[in-house]
């Protein structure tokens, strides 16, 4: 990849979860969702409906983010869930689980909701993908949850997005949903130590060309 430090700023966190600080005591302990007083704040009203999608939203919780540092104006997390549920995005499955997110369907829909251009990668490293951030341009990585304590040995990959919003010639810059400090946001891990947790698949998610640029948005230097 080139050589480019480029790093988005100000890009917001959110945890999948009502408050950032509850995703320890939630993955960790087991702690009820509902009990942090915030859990509301996504759009939910329904207890048992947010303790079933909760866990399951880290790709809304992507793409709140890039929403929001872009300053496009969209809905609750909630109502995001219900146009993605229309829009094919999840599955619901006889057995009571889900598929999802999907990908192509997710960038379909939103392409058409929000103005935005998404390019869907079956296939692609780490270093590859991350090279595709620019001032227009954030992407989202398929990695193992087991990223939130990179030191551990993993089991596996895949199944969770995290969001990328910044590169260097040795790593990258990304917000994880449901991470737990120093790993949750605005973390940043060498290329090497990622990919064993990277699925090899991911989404670039760029604003059209020409979009208003955010005060403070990117910074880029030559390495």
Not at 127 to 139: G, S
Not at 201 to 221: C, F, K, Y
Request: hydrophobic share 40%; aromatic share 10%.
């Amino acid at each position: 990849m080139n050589q480019t430090i480029y790093r988005h700023v100000g890009v917001p966190y959110y945890a999948q979860w009502g408050s950032p600080e509850w995703v320890r005591p939630i993955v960790e302990e087991g702690a009820d969702p509902c009990a942090d007083p915030a859990w509301t704040r996504s759009g939910f009203t329904d207890p048992e409906r947010y303790r079933f999608w909760a866990k399951r939203l880290c790709g809304l919780t992507c793409l709140e983010s890039l929403l929001d540092h872009w300053a496009i104006a969209h809905g609750s997390r909630a109502h995001l869930l219900d146009e993605a549920l229309r829009h094919g995005v999840y599955r619901l499955r006889d057995d009571g689980g889900v598929d999802g997110l999907i990908y192509r369907p997710f960038g379909t829909w939103v392409e058409r909701a929000f103005g935005l251009r998404v390019e869907v990668l079956s296939t692609v490293t780490l270093a590859d993908l991350a090279a595709r951030i620019d001032e227009n341009t954030l992407a989202i990585a398929s990695v193992s949850p087991e990223i939130r304590y990179p030191e551990r040995p993993n089991a596996r990959q895949g199944g969770h997005l995290v969001l990328l919003h910044g590169r260097d010639a040795h790593g990258v810059w990304f917000h994880n949903p449901s991470g737990v400090t120093p790993h949750q946001a605005d973390a940043w891990l060498p290329f090497d130590q990622m990919t064993r947790f990277f699925a090899g698949r991911g989404m670039v998610v760029a604003r059209p060309m020409g979009g208003v640029s955010l005060p403070g948005g990117a910074t880029h230097t030559q390495a």
